[in-house]
């Protein structure tokens, strides 16, 4: 493993979407770092009245623009020559702020979502024009996402709203976003909606408390045919019989299987091109090793950390809550597709220390990973194939991470904390892939402190470009700035949203075309 020195960080610190920038927030400006040299290649300057908490700090698709949000403002930058800059300006008040600031398909498009679920407003900043619909279904950070998505390659926005008791989905031109196609899917309380990578259908699911019903429409809002749960002999039938429906499907990124999980312990496999179910992952409750099963049952230590393979059947431990009422919740929690999506990595709601890793080809289980703390994620390099990172929860764990691969005896452990100068004092971590062409891959860790970053490859392998670098900052001190950059060079926009907003343009617009869909 080649480790990089440590360089200052900020409980706000984000890599690039092209694996080429590091960007830490400090109180006064934005320090970008280029990851192949460490070396710092711009500071943005911020205007003097950003203060208060930051809850959003994201880059742009394209890697070129950075956004920050506060309670009554968001500003987004250009990373490098401080060529752009734009300013969107939220009147709030005590209880109504935004609950979700990002950015749109493109660097110039901004989602806010307002609190309570008023509204969803879609910023335009190269027109400083903004477009703003009633009513979107999710408002809350962590289920928002869900609401909304964006059509690979077309950019064109699929929208879930909710009125009068009905869901209503509608499809918004990739430029203007204005509404080109509305209807009500056959949902109850749907769920969720998103796009198949490859932008061939637009997939919403159905609450759970309806049983099993996934929707699949074309991209003009037809519906080509719904999936309605499982079929055939089932030994387990008494859970679907009481209505253990879907809770998340996940599409592979060839775009060819989606994986949907319900509220039992199997994880069902469709091809997405028929939208027929091809395979049946079913986790059982007791794992016995062979020759195609690696079975870790933990670390054998807090200091070693090494993993042995088992020997005789075992049970992943399950999750007791505790007795202050706490409810048992079950099925597939998360779930994960490599990248050549031969593979799916699994973690279930009453087995949290436990990942399952399937083999798709086979639909036969290819390892079962079990550790001593609740996992708190997981993910698969973006580009090389079967490559998985891990991390726990427990204090035990805060500075170590993951691998594993299937050739490998078993995870291989990568132990940061000797390499950061505040490992047990730094707050929270924070760990990714960066998406950095070639071999060997690159981990990016951090905590609110300090961050770093290291490659996966051995000893033998061929150095990489960080060994006998020494971190040179222009300046360590970051409530100072040794070079200002000017505020006034580039194009600046300054977007004014009212309080209450003159909605009835939006909503004639959108009533119109939803009665042209019917």
Known sequence: MHVTPAFTSSPHCALSPDGSLVATLFPSKLHIRSVPSLETVSEVLLPPDVTGPVFAFQWSPSSSRLLVALADQVHVVAALHDSFRATIRIPTSGTAKPTLVQFGASDTEVLVCSQFGRTLSIFDLATSRSVEVNNPKFHHASSAPRGFAFR????????????????????????????????HPDTIDAQGLLWTPDGRWLVIWESASQGHKVLFYTPDGRLFKAWSGPSGFLADMKDYELGAGVRLCQPSPDARRIAIADHTSNVHILDAGAVTETSRLCHPSAISPKDTIQVGPGPSGPSTHTFVRATQIVSAPSFQPSGNGAELKVGCASAAFDSSSSLLATRLEEAPSTVWIWDLVSSELRAVLIFHANISSFSWHPDIRELLMMSCESDNYSNLIFLWEPLWDGPRVLDFGSHIPDSKTGGKTQSSWVSWPGQPAVVFFGNTRHCIMATCAGSKDTPTSWQDIQIRDRSLDYGNVETTPSHTHGTGVDILIPLESDLSCVDDTFSTKWREGV
Do not use: E, F, N
């Open 152 to 183: 690979p390659g077309s950019r064109h926005l699929a929208l879930m709203t909710r009125t009068t008791g009905k869901d209503v989905v509608s499809i918004h031109h990739p430029t203007t976003r204005d509404v080109q196609r509305s209807w």
